[in-house]
Structures are given as structure tokens and as C-alpha cells.
T-cell receptor
């Protein structure tokens, strides 16, 4: 069965520190997609990144970077020089295709990141 | 601002009331989703509509009744809810193309409290 594990329940850092959020997944599919979402206190889940199983290139977007390693089934997320606005719950998710126009997201339990000023 | 709009933002209702949650998107997406999220938990999928037809029902109790009047709108009709149904209800949409590739885009949610 598909599964996503985010072992870090809560992380607290001081502003400007770097922080890495871990994500480990399990799937039997050879083609799959991984996502990271951010959920600030307002409630909306904000899509951050998608990665497919064929592309192991790391990606950087501003202060955000992602490290995808198929060999260890991990898709970790690093925030460089964290800011208070980064405080949120971060979810890693694995997509389970249903065909047609739908897909089902298997979410990890989330990591609450608190960035202190 | 989110491109998926949910109304109302907050709802308080009694166990005998009937109410509806509404969701709207104008991104041309052909799949729409309802999720339930309890505090400190990940979202749980409830329903999926694909091309305006119900494609997934995750064994949700019948007191929750989804409706997709057109490709831009999604409703969730509520009746005789229980206190444990108090939660954040999130709507999402994704483009067609399938295969799990398309990201889901979420609204701000409706915070529902059952008295």
C-alpha cells in the first residue's frame, strides 16, 4: 500500500536558520508523483512543488530546495534562511492515479514548522 | 488570493439543521474534491468529481451529500450532522489529464462547528 511518512511532528528554529523537512514514501508503482504543500494558519493548502518519479534532479526556488532520492524513497524539503512567514504545517503527498481527470493524494501527517523571530 | 473560492468561511449549526457548503473555481479544471480536516491531522478525502460525475466516495456517511451542478461549482449538503463532524472542510480542483500528474489547488476552507 502507498504510504507517506513525515517523522518530524514539530520543528522550531530561529529566523535565518536553515531547516530540512523529511519525507519518506512507499509505493509499488514505477510511475508516481510527489508533492509538497504548505498550510499556514489561515487554512488554505498552498501547492509548492511536484516531482515525478523519472526526474531525480534537485530543484531550487528562491529559498526553497527539494532533494529527491529514489534509492532511499525520500523527497526532502529545505528552507534556507528561514523567515517567520515560513511558519506553517508542511505536508508531503504521494499521488495515486485513478485515471481520467482525478488523482488521490496520500498525505503524510505533516510537520509543523515554527520560526521564531 | 486563492483561485478556489469557498463559502462560507465559518459555519455553526445545530445537529438538526440543513446547510450547504459551496466551492467555485474558474480555472477550467475538470476534477473537484471535498476533504475533511481535523485539527493537527492531514486532510482526508471525502469525494471526487470528474467531469461533473461522482468518481470517488470514500465511504462518507449519507448525512454528507455532494453535488456538482456544473464544471465550476461543487456543493456539499449537510444534514443531521454530529459533533464529531466539526472540522475544516476543504475544496480542491485539478486539471484534466489524469494519471496523478496534476496538482490539486485548494480553497481556504470552511470551518464547521456542530453544536
Amino acid at each position: 500500500a502507498q504510504k507517506v511518512t513525515q517523522a518530524q511532528t514539530e520543528i522550531s528554529v530561529v529566523e535565518k536558520e536553515d531547516v530540512t523537512l523529511d519525507c519518506v514514501y512507499e509505493t509499488r508503482d514505477t510511475t508516481y508523483y510527489l508533492f509538497w504543500y504548505k498550510q499556514p494558519p489561515s487554512g488554505e493548502l498552498v501547492f509548492l512543488i511536484r516531482r515525478n518519479s523519472f526526474d531525480e534532479q534537485n530543484e531550487i526556488s528562491g529559498r526553497y530546495s527539494w532533494n529527491f532520492q529514489k534509492s532511499t524513497s525520500s523527497f526532502n524539503f529545505t528552507i534556507t534562511a528561514s523567515q517567520v512567514v515560513d511558519s506553517a504545517v508542511y505536508f508531503c503527498a504521494l499521488s495515486e492515479p485513478y485515471g481520467g481527470a482525478t488523482n488521490k493524494l496520500i498525505f503524510g501527517t505533516g510537520t509543523l514548522l515554527a520560526v521564531q523571530p | 488570493d486563492t483561485e478556489v473560492t469557498q463559502t462560507p468561511k465559518h459555519l455553526v449549526m445545530g445537529m438538526t439543521n440543513k446547510k450547504s457548503l459551496k466551492c467555485e473555481q474558474h480555472m477550467g479544471h475538470r476534477a473537484m474534491y471535498w476533504y475533511k480536516q481535523k485539527a493537527k491531522k492531514p486532510p482526508e478525502l471525502m469525494f471526487v468529481y470528474s467531469y461533473e460525475k461522482l468518481s470517488i466516495n470514500e465511504s462518507v456517511p449519507s448525512r454528507f451529500s455532494p453535488e456538482c451542478p456544473n464544471s465550476s461549482l461543487l456543493n456539499l449538503h449537510l444534514h443531521a450532522l454530529q459533533p464529531e463532524d466539526s472540522a475544516l472542510y476543504l475544496c480542491a480542483s485539478s486539471q484534466d489529464g489524469g494519471g496523478g500528474y496534476q496538482p490539486q489547488h485548494f480553497g481556504d476552507g470552511t470551518r464547521l462547528s456542530i453544536l
